[in-house]
């Protein structure tokens, strides 16, 4: 017997890791569970992205210096309306920055600010092109001073 380990603490070693790995696992399908959005693919149906890019101008304040540092990006219906916001990029840009020129402080705050003025992209956006194209309007970085 000089060598040998005994069954008894194979068996331990066995009702350990079979603890663990029953434990992970029961963890993980209540976290599925308990929040099924951390399984689901994106939605169907989404667009191809354009990103306009980083802009900073200043708000209309006419008593205090105040400006708008915002990301955005675009979701297209396809492909040929992503093609065209790229060949009009300056003129996309010049209405973007006369949208958000033309705001107060008090107009872009919050989130009913933020939705507010993503409505109003999307409507400009829209205007400049043959086919209304434009989804939906991302912010990826939105900040106010």
Known sequence: ML????????ILILLA?????????G????????????VQAAPEGTGPLYTIGELV???????RRA????????EVQDQKVRKELETRAAQVKNEVL???????????QGAEGMRRLAEDLQARLNSLLPDAGVRKVYFTEFVVQ
């Open 57 to 63: 101008t200043n708000l209309n304040e006419p008593n």
């Open 17 to 25: 890791v079979l603890l663990v790995a029953g434990g992970a696992a």
């Open 67 to 74: 400006y708008i540092q915002v990301e955005v990006a675009v």
């Open 3 to 10: 060598g040998q380990r005994p069954f008894g603490r194979w």
């Open 98 to 108: 006369v949208i958000l020129r033309a705001r107060s402080m008090e107009h872009v």
């Open 27 to 38: 963890g993980a399908f209540w976290m599925v569970r308990r929040n099924p959005a951390v």
